[in-house]
């Protein structure tokens, strides 16, 4: 059996990101939590586990790693009111909502953009896509005038009860999308019954 020293060790290691790369479970969460830390790490990416938005207090629900083939592409975290664990839930959570995205690999900022916007197009019921077109627009211009993400580098997007969605690149303001439906149209990019990354779609719902 492992002494208390060995464990102590062993739970550091499991916060510091140092064994695990999958998508940080409910479990991993509670325990950090519990430790009194004020972040959950996931590959390195340090997660507030509450922030302030729209005066609003939000919580972290769940977060993991978007990985394509064998590379680890960028950290991701999901923050609401309240915890939710389904798909169905996150679309119809009230009031302010983010996701937090940042970033472990240098990415081509274009290609992510179309690749978004190409699991949005799997996942959506056509109306509901084409309500968002103008948004999704919007969303790829802006990655393409980007380029690239750098390691490092990091979007957020918020949904703002009255506002619409806010796109902030490096924590300024890079768009606003008035359409109310773009924000839940986006997270059908993560949450639809073919997301771009089901491992990461199971860390955002708080699992493993």
Same mark, same amino acid.
């Given at each position: 059996?492992?002494?208390?020293?060995?464990? *102590?060790?062993?739970?550091?290691?499991?916060?510091?990101? /140092?064994?695990?790369?999958?998508?940080? /479970?409910?479990?991993?969460?509670?325990?950090?939590?519990? #430790? %009194?830390?004020?972040?959950?790490?996931?590959?390195?990416?340090?997660?507030?586990?509450?922030? *302030?938005?729209?005066?609003?207090?939000?919580?972290?629900?769940?977060?993991?790693?978007?990985?394509?083939?064998?590379?680890?592409?960028?950290?991701?975290?999901?923050?609401?009111?309240?915890?939710? #664990?389904? #798909?169905?839930?996150?679309?119809?959570?009230?009031?302010?909502?983010?996701?937090?995205?940042?970033?472990?690999?240098?990415?081509?900022?274009?290609?992510?953009?179309?690749?978004?916007?190409?699991?949005?197009? =799997?996942?959506?019921?056509?109306? *509901?896509?084409?309500?968002?077109?103008? %948004?999704?627009?919007?969303?790829?211009?802006?990655?393409?005038?980007?380029?690239?993400?750098?390691? %490092?580098?990091?979007?957020?997007? =918020? =949904?703002?009860?009255?506002? %619409?969605?806010?796109?902030?690149?490096?924590?300024?303001?890079?768009?606003?999308?008035?359409?109310?439906?773009?924000?839940?149209?986006?997270?059908?990019?993560?949450?639809? =019954?073919?997301?771009?990354?089901?491992?990461?779609?199971?860390?955002?719902?708080?699992? /493993?």
């Amino acid at each position: 059996m492992l002494n208390s020293l060995c464990l *102590q060790r062993l739970a550091l290691l499991v916060f510091s990101g /140092s064994l695990f790369v999958l998508p940080v /479970s409910g479990r991993a969460q509670n325990a950090a939590q519990g #430790s %009194g830390l004020a972040t959950v790490t996931v590959e390195g990416v340090a997660f507030e586990k509450e922030i *302030q938005l729209a005066g609003t207090t939000l919580k972290l629900n769940g977060a993991g790693i978007r990985t394509k083939f064998v590379f680890k592409i960028y950290a991701a975290g999901l923050y609401l009111q309240g915890p939710v #664990s389904t #798909s169905a839930d996150v679309y119809a959570a009230k009031g302010p909502k983010r996701l937090k995205v940042s970033f472990v690999r240098e990415t081509d900022a274009t290609t992510l953009g179309k690749t978004m916007s190409q699991v949005m197009s =799997d996942n959506l019921p056509r109306e *509901q896509f084409g309500k968002c077109i103008p %948004g999704i627009a919007k969303l790829g211009e802006l990655f393409a005038e980007k380029k690239k993400m750098a390691v %490092g580098e990091s979007f957020t997007v =918020d =949904d703002i009860p009255g506002k %619409g969605t806010v796109v902030s690149i490096n924590n300024k303001v890079a768009a606003e999308i008035g359409e109310p439906e773009f924000f839940n149209c986006l997270m059908y990019n993560y949450f639809g =019954d073919r997301p771009a990354d089901a491992k990461l779609k199971a860390g955002l719902l708080g699992g /493993s």
